[in-house]
């Protein structure tokens, strides 16, 4: 990893996530944010949901739906996402963990890292 700040390397990453969802569920969020928090990297987007998301989410039903379907689009990612988010940290990812809001389309996503990266930027 070069020199960079640690601001730096989390717009990157906030870039790469905005790019990874635009080309992969073809929709990206309106807000993407990135922390850096010891050995984790906490990813918060806003305005995910698409249309026929948001009129799923009226019935109980369909925010399980919603939320399945997301889950599974983040797990069948994870080794992609990991290897991207490795090539801008150089640190492997441990794990990964999401949540979706159907009430107000915010998601989390939170990289588990092998190292903490912000003892790098000290």
Avoid: W
């Avoid at 990893?1 to 990157?12: L, P, T, Y």
């Avoid at 039903?61 to 599974?72: A, D, V, Y």
């Avoid at 991207?84 to 963990?97: F, Q």
């Amino acid at each position: 990893m070069s020199k960079k700040s640690k601001g730096q390397i989390e717009a990157e990453i906030a870039e790469l996530i905005m790019k990874f969802e635009k080309e992969y569920i073809g929709r990206g969020p309106q807000n993407v944010k990135c922390y850096i928090i010891e050995d984790n990297i906490l990813i918060k987007e806003k305005g995910v949901l698409t249309m026929a998301e948001q009129q799923l989410a009226r019935e109980m039903e369909g925010i399980k739906l919603i939320k399945q379907l997301r889950k599974k689009l983040i797990e069948n990612s994870h080794e992609i996402l990991s290897t991207l988010i490795k090539d801008i940290t150089g640190i492997d990812i441990i794990a990964v963990h999401s949540d979706i809001s159907t009430e107000n389309g915010e998601r989390i996503i939170v990289f588990s890292l092998t190292d903490n990266l912000e003892k790098k930027f000290d």
